[in-house]
């Protein structure tokens, strides 16, 4: 059964960079069927979905934090990666990777395993 | 962008009785080559990561009870629950994977009357 687990920093200042690493368990962050993403929800606020990555590095992003936000995997480790710079209080946030399916031409699919989730908060 | 409008913001519904939530796209998510639309329904519980509970708008995810159900094609999608249950109280989000960006309706609060 795939595991997807959360962790990082709970707290980070304002202008910082947020890092957070998802650790993929039972299954391959290396396959070629999946895309690798992470999405955050606010408190109080719905679903918003930041990029996803594809094991052999390519990316995708939302166009809202594109500037900000990089994405990255390591094949060895099993895991992927977020770094989202200069946060401020509106990146208060439970964030979550998940695995979505890749459809032909690289078309995207539903996601269909999620993380728990961890809360970061930006404060001083 | 596709914009993802649900309604209604929250709802009320007694037990046993049905629970029907709307999804609209600003644009189709309906793919003419394979016939599908590109539609999800998610359920998010407090202190839990969102559930997929149906994918391709009416594909139910294994698992998931037949009292949950998807219709609709192109702009207009339906999030029914036939006969609600206490543990069905939480908040439903339909996304859109048709193009990116990948985004989510604001979410329907499901609670009981």
């Known amino acids: 059964q795939l595991q997807l687990q959360e962790s990082g920093p709970g707290l980070v200042k304002p202008s910082e960079t947020l890092s957070l690493t998802c650790i993929v368990s039972g299954g391959s962050f290396s396959g070629s069927d999946y895309y690798w993403g992470w999405i955050r929800q606010p408190p109080g606020k719905g679903l918003e979905w930041i990029g996803n990555i594809f094991y052999t590095g390519g990316t995708n992003y939302n166009p809202s934090l594109k500037s900000r936000v990089t994405i990255s995997g390591d094949t060895s480790k099993n895991q992927f990666s977020l770094k989202l710079s200069s946060v401020t209080a509106a990146d208060t946030a439970v964030y979550f990777c998940?695995?979505?399916?890749?459809?032909?031409?690289?078309?995207?699919?539903?996601?269909?395993?999620w993380g728990r989730g961890t809360l970061v908060i930006v404060s001083s | 962008d596709i914009v993802m409008t649900q309604s209604p913001d929250s709802l009320a519904v007694s037990l046993g009785e049905r629970a029907t939530i709307s999804c609209k796209s600003s644009?189709?998510?309906?793919?003419?080559?394979?016939?599908?639309?590109?539609l999800a329904w998610y359920q998010r519980k407090p202190g839990q990561p969102p559930k997929l509970l149906i994918y391709w708008a009416s594909t139910r995810e294994s698992g998931v009870p037949d009292r949950f159900s998807g219709s609709g094609s192109g702009t207009d999608f339906t999030l029914t629950i036939s006969s609600l249950q206490a543990e069905d109280v939480a908040v439903y989000y339909c996304q859109q994977y048709y193009s990116s960006p990948l985004n989510f309706g604001g979410g329907t609060k499901v609670e009981i009357k």
């Open positions: 644009q189709s998510v309906f793919y003419s080559s394979n016939n599908k639309n590109y």
């Open positions: 998940a695995r979505s399916l890749r459809g032909a031409g690289g078309s995207y699919r539903h996601f269909d395993y």
